[in-house]
């Protein structure tokens, strides 16, 4: 499965950590959304990620491939599960373009289940994305934008 990472799991560490067989496909930008954070995570006590459909922005990311066990073990981090209506995230499809050859490309992303008025995010979480985001060089204006995330704390 493809998948597209925006938010902590840009950090390449963390990902391996919850899904060892994970292979890096290609930086990857998603037309037509913005980043943002809509929900609490309980385990981080933050906000935390989220894509939002929003005209004339981008979010950019990575695309992972993953084995059929990591899908399972990535589903059980981002709190998603298909048997269940309430589950933090969803998982869905979308289509990115490739930073280098500009190729049309379906991706799997998790969005979350929005909750009114979440936290900011914490400087440790903020520290995964834009730490990622600079490892997988992410556009400069896009790290800029990442800079200025404020957080709580």
Request: charged letters at 25%.
């Amino acid at each position: 499965m493809l998948y597209l990472a925006y938010g902590s799991n840009l950090d390449c560490r963390q990902m391996i950590e919850r899904c060892p067989t994970v292979r890096f496909f290609c930086v990857a930008r998603l037309d037509q959304h913005r980043l943002d954070f809509t929900r609490r995570s309980r385990s981080r006590n933050c906000g935390v990620a989220d894509i939002v459909a929003a005209s004339d922005t981008v979010v950019w990311g990575v695309v992972y491939d993953l084995l059929d066990s990591d899908i399972t073990s990535l589903d059980t981090y981002e709190g998603y599960n298909s048997c269940r209506a309430d589950t933090s995230y969803k998982r869905e499809e979308r289509y990115v373009f490739t930073k280098y050859n500009n190729q049309r490309l379906a991706v799997w992303t998790y969005v979350a289940n929005r909750e009114p008025n979440p936290p900011k995010p914490n400087a440790e979480y903020k520290r995964h994305i834009v730490e990622g985001a600079r490892f997988w060089r992410l556009p400069d204006e896009y790290l800029t934008m990442l800079d200025l995330i404020q957080t709580d704390g």
